[in-house]
């Protein structure tokens, strides 16, 4: 429905709205002037609220394009972890979040990158298909969504430095 909005913005939302109309009914039974403080005090405490539960999972870029040099390296999400080889190598342990979104348990093989698409090719077989975007002004590694605009976000697999 909306790209990169993930239910944790609906919930912080949610719970921005409720502390903020709180706090302004409260200042109704007040002085008017009291009663406009506290209801730019509800309202200061819903943005502020909802910018701190907030997850960034909003997608800045999806068709990003990182250099050579920053693709080798370890990049994780959890527990979970990828490991990019410089020579061309690549190991997979994902759980969670991660495992349901790339679909693969362990894997080890090749990995290849053409644009803003990383392909992994198990040595049994299977590929999986990932692709770099920007979350967070961070590149990160996440499925190939198929359609954007439906695509359920999550951080995806950040470079671990």
Excluded at 70 to 86: Q, T
Aim: proline letters at 5%; aromatic letters at 8%; one cysteine or more.
């Amino acid at each position: 429905m909306f790209s990169g909005l993930g239910t944790g913005f609906w919930i912080a939302a949610s719970l921005a709205l409720l502390c903020g109309a709180a706090l302004a009914a409260s200042g109704l039974r007040r002085p008017r002037r009291m009663r406009r403080v506290m209801g730019g005090a509800g309202l200061l405490g819903a943005v502020v609220l909802a910018g701190v539960l907030v997850p960034r999972t909003s997608v800045e870029a999806w068709n990003a394009v990182p250099r050579t040099d920053d693709v080798p390296g370890e990049w994780r999400a959890g527990a979970s972890w990828l490991k990019l080889r410089w020579d061309g190598t690549y190991e997979l342990h994902a759980q969670g979040t991660a495992l349901r979104r790339i679909g693969m348990r362990q894997s080890a093989g090749r990995w290849s990158r053409d644009d803003w698409n990383l392909h992994l090719a198990d040595n049994a077989g299977p590929r999986i298909e990932l692709r770099f975007v920007v979350i967070g002004g961070e590149y990160r590694i996440v499925e190939q969504p198929g359609d954007p605009d439906g695509w359920r976000a999550w951080p995806g697999l950040a470079r671990d430095e």
